[in-house]
């Protein structure tokens, strides 16, 4: 047997060179290369070291590496070696298989000669190596003539990629004023090529664009600042191109190249600055607490936390009126009202305003100072505003039985404003539904109208209000709260109805009550209570009173033998006193009944015996008697019906409900007498309405209506302000439902007549306006010229009506 090869270049020669001699076998090497047979025993005795009478098993196939170059462009296929069995003598009875990898797809091989063939376009990158399997068959019998055996091909690299950034475009940030020489970011590029083989995958990198600003380190791909104080204020973004080279850089080196955007990150070397040095803002004396009076602001060139600005107030007259705030959004100054203003008190204010930095760097502050002020000018401006009261809240104590018209405080406000107008004084009347109170119009003189009750309302809160006359719109208010002080003005009495019995065979002595009275006055050392028997009843022969001294009584019998025949029910009037100032006491009733009992004192019975009542009555009479009595009822409210309808005053039927009233009267009018009919003076001063003769009265007629000074009490006639005296009357008049009102009313049924301009009503005007004549217009003078004008020139006049 025998082998031989064939590499397809120079190098596979010597790879093949190589693998012989690994087998010792050098001399094969010659006869390889030269392609003359090696005898078989030649070959066996190089292949072992023993006598040649002992053969072993060797190997049939010699390989090594085929190596093949990569992007072959040529039309035929591509040679890739020789595959040659020492058993072929070369008459095709030797078949030659190929498998594995690739085979007849990328690779084929002739059966009969064993040359190897590439016939597909060969990519280091994609596969660097294929292995396949040749086999030797007998062409005849198919038969194996020699063992499988495995190769491998290698495809040789050659420089056809270039580098790649494959993490490309960058993205970097640098802070500004770095110095020369900071890192910003480090690029790799990636070159497909072997790097074991030549220098196609050994890449340099270069700036193409970005200078002066940056650097880049040829081997590392690091960028690097190359420029000193770069300023972002002045250039904020740079676009950096990388080229990076294979070959090592030489001529006809592969390249690529990558995008860098590279930004200067903001630090603190700015200062801030105020654009104006003087503010002029204005505000209301009206402003609410905390409202905004105006906005200052600092620039700074810096961003972000760089550019936080914190504004102070660090001097001026205004510092304790006016406050100053940080809008954390536009890092403006924000200065609001910090107490109420008055302009009547202060019409301008000056503050100092200093905006800083709060966030310095220590490399910078030669670049300072990183702060700055400013002057603010503030205006107050009037306003029209409400009256003021002094105090803002009163607390007023009053006994109840103060009397109506009493002044109980005096309610002071005044106008803030340089005018100083006029105040008018009112009550809330949401606040005094019941109307108890009454203030003054002018001087604010907060006095009692109604009578006060401790025990209806012991508190009341009511609300005055204060109005400028020039202004209504300007109204102020306060708050008043009255305390309704006790005065003993109630007298105790029962707090129920009390109804005791006694037993027939009740002694002499023994409790048959406990009563116990209530009060609703307050007084301030508490209730006293004292019982006794009404005067009427103080010798009453069967009970008596016993008073324990703790608000309660005891109800005792002054003998025994009482009997329901003789007496079966007793009144017993008890008299209750109070400790107060002045004394006061009510009569209370207690209603005792006499009641069979036995002899433990339970009640058996408390009605009157059986015999008491007619026998014969029967339970019909009973009805008929009910009846009678029904129908007397129904009787007497029928007639009581009837007289109140007799009573009613004029009423007008429906068909004389006409739109005017018109009231008919034939006496004749009494002048001057008319007016004294009801004295007003009395309305004016109290006394002479009192005193200095009686009034002037008419003569000839009595008037319909009286004055209602005979309704007022006296001692309110003896009060020496009218505010008090009108009250009290206003106070009577409410009170009285049947009393007329307080002015005199004169009711007329009928027109006049006798009146030179005849009657102005429409009841009795023509139908038709052709009836209707104004020529006597013109007789009545030159008050009634203008009606003539009107009435008298047109042909159809319209009615005045």
Known sequence: MWTSGRMSNAKSWLGLGMSLYFWGLMDLTTTVLSGTPTPPGKLEALLSDKPQSHSRMKRSWVWNQFFVLEEYTGTDPLYVGKLHSDMDRGDGSIKYILSGEGAGVVFTIDDTTGDIHAIQRLDREERAQYTLRAQALDRRTGRPMEPESEFIIKIQDINDNEPKFLDGPYVATVPEMSPVGTSVIQVTATDADDPTYGNSARVVYSILQGQPYFSVDSKTGVIRTALMNMDREAKEYYEVIIQAKDMGGQLGGLAGTTTVNITLSDVNDNPPRFPQKHYQMSVLESAPVSSTVGRVFAKDLDEGINAEMKYTIVDGDGADAFDINTDPNFQVGVITVKKPLSFESKKSYTLKVEGANPHLEMRFLSLGPFQDTTTVHITVEDVDEPPIFEPGFYFVEVPEDVAIGTTIQIISAKDPDVTNNSIRY????????????????????????????????????????????????????????????????????????????????????????????????????????????????????????????????????????????????????ILIADSGQPVLSSTGTLTIQVCSCDDDGHVLSCSPEAYMLPVSLSRGALIAILACIFVLLVLVLLILSMRRHRKQPYIIDDEENIHENIVRYDDEGGGEEDTEAFDIAAMWNPREAQGGGAPKTRQDMLPEIESLSRYVPQTCAVNSTVHSYVLAKLYEADMDLWAPPFDSLQTYMFEGDGSVAGSLSSLQSATSDSEQSFDFLTDWGPRFRKLAELYGASEGPASLW
């Not at 409790?511 to 019982?531: E, K, M, R």
């Not at 608000?551 to 025949?565: C, K, P």
Request: charged share 20%.
């Open 426 to 573: 009112s009550i809330d009347r949401s606040s005094d539904p019941g109307r108890f109170f009454y203030v003054d119009i002018t001087t604010g003189a907060l006095m009692t109208a109604r009578p006060l009750d401790r025990e209806e309302f012991s508190w009341h809160n009511i609300t005055v209000l204060a109005m400028e006359m020039n202004n209504p719109s300007q109204v102020g208010s306060v708050s008043i709260t009255i305390k309704v002080l006790d005065v003993n003005d109630n007298a105790p009495e029962f707090p129920r109805f009390y109804e005791a019995f006694v037993c027939e065979n009740a002694k002499a002595g023994q409790l048959i009550q406990t009563v116990s009275a209530v009060d609703p006055d307050d007084p301030h050392s508490g209730q006293h209570f004292y019982y006794s028997l009404a005067p009427e009843a103080a010798n009453n022969p069967n009970f008596t009173v016993r008073d324990n001294q703790d608000n309660t009584a005891r109800i005792l019998t002054r003998r025994s033998g009482f009997r329901q025949q003789e007496q079966s029910v007793f009144y017993l009037p």
